[in-house]
Every structure is written in structure tokens, then in C-alpha cells.
């Protein structure tokens, strides 16, 4: 059966809109782009190491560059351990039955018309539960489709001498964190300060174009430039959208604006910076470094995170000052450690990880877990239905899978580690370490216990003095 539209069959009310981006999907395409989805590590920048989901193995993925009404492909490739998918927010038609769920090892293609020009956001998108959560972790990018006529600058006959595609994300520690919106660092462009330790050179005089897309996907961003006042900025990147002059640009998760502007006559450092402060410290400030003696500007800036080489990031690895991760233990998850009065412990399922990851208990304890997901439709990667199978330690149990608000209670009679996994998203992980309070007691015993020496400190800090006095007199 044939679509309907303006075209073809006179949709009613469509005139004068452009068509829909529906194509057959024999058409040879003007563009082709490929997308690799897999699980893996990038590194951040500032000694920070990150374990999620990745696309061409980076985060953020590539910027893909269209012009209005040609005919897209993006082919898909998962090389990775669990299902992907792809949502392009460009398209205005079906894609999640094409490129919607990619098994491990599957490639699937789509083919679309971009009527509608914009600075728009991809992402991962297997389906249900799993929608939100990889793009939570990771697995997101930028796709520009440049109007035919260009924005006011090209009308004038004029063109950017610099631009930068710029997409502002967020990075969490937990999976708990990235459902609360409770960011660990917020980024431009992959890399925590990227421009601020390298800097955007530009001249005096310079246009410079923006494509801004926050990604979020959880925190506001209002972008700032300090000593810049907007010529035109275009909300979602349309021309029709313009407006004139301005200090920031207001964007939620997937908004996005086309900035124009120029670089004032002063030389100097004009910072960039989202002016939300709290993000801005965790990541988000960048600079343009204005001279007339620069030999070469950055003419073009992509959106795309840093890439490197296997022996890079093995090297990463082994200097890194923390990993983190959302969904499995890293160095910076500290036990968190019951006492033999606590006798019970609760462990949240929530954001497809396990909180606490790591936990500490006297043998004897119950540990309950809990699942706080909510999205239980469907079944496997695609729902928030979890359960917990031990993979290692002196005693093996498993529960049954758990639906919203179910809980699984075990008691510990075994002193040792036991490290488990959810069944149906096995990258998720965890830890319980248990331990005999009778060993723990004799070895502070055993040990210098500061709590007798601070009298003795205090005593001395009185009585040195006054026999310093004595002696000297």
C-alpha cells in the first residue's frame, strides 16, 4: 500500500509542507554513512577512564552532514555483545522496523529522504526499556541536514569562516544516577575542558557559525559566549525559526540551535561556557582564542568525541586516576559496608545496574534486592525485568526475574566474594563481599588502635611546652 501525501495523493492540509522523508527503500541513496554500535571504553580526558556503549567507538558518535532533500542511508553494523538499534531524529517516517533491533553480530540499513532541515540528535534505540539506556550510556550523535538556501548569512552573500558542531552531554557513575539526572561530568564534544585545553582558534572578525545540539540526556543547557552578543540564532537549525540578537540559547535534552555571530575587533580569549554553572564545572567550558597572528583558524570543528588507538587506551587504562562506569564496579565504587547491628541490607535495581554495586556484609546478613525499574514490557535487553545469578564466590544461587517493585532476599552463611550478574542484561554487575566480624574485631585489636594514643597526644601537646619553658629559664 502507497503512502499518502502532498505529492502523490493530496494529503488534506499538506500543502505548501514539504513531503514526508519516506522513500522506497530500493532507491539509490545521495548519501551513505555507516554506524557501528558496541560496548567499550573512551577515554574523558583529566585521568578518566569510561566503560559504556559506544558508536564507531567513541562518545559522541560521528557527525553526519546532509543537504536538505537528498536521500540518506545509514547502514548499522552491531559488533557488540547485546542488541542495538538506531533512532534518527531527521527521518519523518518509519525507521524502528528497520534499524530498531540489530542482534549481536547483525547489520541493518535504512533509507530516508531529509526534508526538513536542522541540527538534529541520533541515538541508540533498541526498543522499550532499552531505549533510554543506552543513550544514558553512551551511544548518541549529531546529524545536520544544511538548508538549500543557506541561513541569512548565505542570503547575504556571505559564508562562516569558522564552524563548530557542538553537542553538550553528560556522563554518570551509576545507572541510579543517570535515572535521577544526577551527572558525575557534562561534556562538550567528548572530552572534559577539550577547549579549553585546546583551544578554538579564530581572528577578529570572523563569523562563526554554531551548530548546538544538547544531547542531555537529563540536564538544561544555556549556551553562553562571554563578550558575544548573537547576530541570529535558528531554533532546532530551521531558517524559517530566526531570531535576532541574544546572550544564551535555552536547549532541553535534544534541542538544538543554529548560532551565527562574530568574533569582536579586541583580541583575546572568549569563553564559552553553558551558563548552568553547576554543569559548566563539571566539563562544559571551552574557549575561542582570538588573534590576528594566528597563521591558521579552525575552519571546521565536528561534534564527534576523540578516537584512539588500542594501545592508547591500554595505556589510558593503566595511568587512569578513576574509571567509571554506570552499570559494573570500577575503582571508585567503595564497598558499602553494613555492620552485624544493621543485619539487613538492601540492594537497588534501578537504571540497569545494581545499587550499591559493591557491598560489604557480616556472614549472617539478608540482602534484599529490589527492582526499581519500570519499564517491564517486553522481555531480555528491551525491558526493565531484572534478576540476580551469582557468577562466582562459595556459595551459587539465582533468583527468578523480577517485574517493578518485586524483591529476591538471600541470607549470607558464607564468609568470601560472590560477584553477580542480571541474566538478561549481563554487562550489569555486582559485588557482595562477606566477612566474619569476629576476624575483624581481633585484627583492630591486634593492631595500634589511635583512639589510646590521642590522650597521650594531648597530654603531650600541654606538658612539652612547659618543660621547653623550664629549661630555658
Request: glycine fraction near 10%; aromatic fraction near 12%; charged fraction near 20%.
Amino acid at each position: 500500500m502507497q503512502p499518502m501525501n502532498d505529492k502523490q495523493n493530496g494529503c488534506i492540509g499538506c500543502e505548501g509542507l514539504p513531503p514526508t522523508s519516506y522513500v522506497q527503500q530500493d532507491m539509490e541513496p545521495d548519501k551513505k554513512f555507516t554506524l557501528t554500535l558496541t560496548e567499550g571504553d573512551v577515554y574523558l580526558g583529566k585521568g578518566v577512564l569510561y566503560s559504556g556503549f559506544t558508536i564507531d567507538d567513541k562518545i559522541p558518535g560521528p557527525t553526519l552532514i546532509v543537504r536538505q532533500n537528498e536521500i540518506v542511508e545509514i547502514e548499522v553494523v552491531n559488533t557488540g555483545k547485546i542488541p542495538h538499534g538506531m533512532s534518527i531524529h531527521a527521518a519523518y517516517t518509519q525507521t524502528s522496523k528497520y534499524v530498531g533491533q540489530i542482534g549481536a553480530g547483525e547489520t541493518k540499513s535504512v533509507k530516508f529522504k531529509a526534508t526538513y532541515p536542522g541540527v538534529y540528535m541520533y541515538h541508540c534505540a533498541p526498543g522499550g526499556h532499552a531505549i533510554p539506556m543506552h543513550t544514558l550510556f553512551g551511544q548518541y550523535g549529531m546529524l545536520v541536514v544544511l538548508p538549500d538556501d543557506g541561513y541569512e548569512l548565505e542570503k547575504r552573500g556571505e559564508k562562516p569562516d569558522v564552524e563548530l558542531y557542538l553537542i553538550q552531554h553528560e556522563m554518570y557513575k551509576t545507572g541510579k544516577d543517570a535515572i535521577t539526572g544526577d551527572p558525575l561530568y557534562v561534556l562538550f564534544n567528548g572530552q572534559l575542558f577539550r577547549y579549553v585545553e585546546d583551544p578554538i582558534k579564530v581572528r577578529p572578525g570572523d563569523k562563526v557559525r554554531i551548530y548546538f545540539l544538547n544531547v542531555g540526556p537529563n540536564i538544561i543547557s544555556t549556551l553562553h559566549i562571554v563578550g558575544v552578543v548573537w547576530d541570529n540564532v535558528y531554533w532546532q537549525g530551521h531558517p524559517d525559526n530566526v531570531f535576532v540578537g541574544g546572550q544564551t540559547v535555552l536547549a532541553g535534552p535534544s534541542d538544538s540551535w543554529v548560532i551565527d555571530f562574530r568574533i569582536p575587533e579586541d583580541e583575546g580569549n572568549y569563553l564559552l561556557v553553558t551558563h548552568a554553572f553547576g554543569s559548566a564545572t563539571r566539563g562544559a567550558i571551552g574557549v575561542f582564542s582570538a588573534s590576528y597572528d594566528h597563521e591558521e583558524v579552525d575552519n571546521v570543528i565536528l561534534a564527534d568525541g576523540p578516537t584512539y588507538t588500542e594501545e592508547e587506551l591500554t595505556e589510558f587504562r593503566e595511568l587512569a586516576e578513576r574509571i567509571i562506569s554506570p552499570y559494573e564496579p570500577t575503582d571508585i565504587d567503595e564497598p558499602y559496608i553494613i555492620t552485624p547491628e544493621q543485619q539487613k541490607a538492601t540492594v537497588e535495581i534501578i537504571g540497569n545496574s545494581f545499587y550499591p554495586k559493591v557491598l560489604k556484609v557480616p556472614v549472617g546478613t539478608e540482602v534484599e534486592w529490589i527492582n526499581e525499574d519500570i519499564f517491564t514490557y517486553a522481555e531480555g535487553e528491551f525491558a526493565g525485568i531484572h534478576d540476580v545469578a551469582v557468577t562466582s564466590g562459595p556459595e551459587m544461587f539465582a533468583s527468578p526475574l523480577l517485574g517493578h517493585g518485586e524483591k529476591f532476599s538471600y541470607t549470607f552463611t558464607e564468609v568470601g566474594e560472590y560477584e553477580y550478574i542480571c541474566v538478561p542484561h549481563p554487562y550489569m554487575k555486582g559485588k557482595v563481599i562477606v566477612y566474619d566480624p569476629a576476624e575483624n574485631s581481633s585484627s583492630q585489636q591486634s593492631g595500634f588502635n589511635i583512639w589510646y594514643a590521642l590522650p597521650l597526644a594531648v597530654v603531650g601537646m600541654i606538658v612539652l611546652p612547659i618543660i621547653i619553658r623550664k629549661f630555658r629559664n
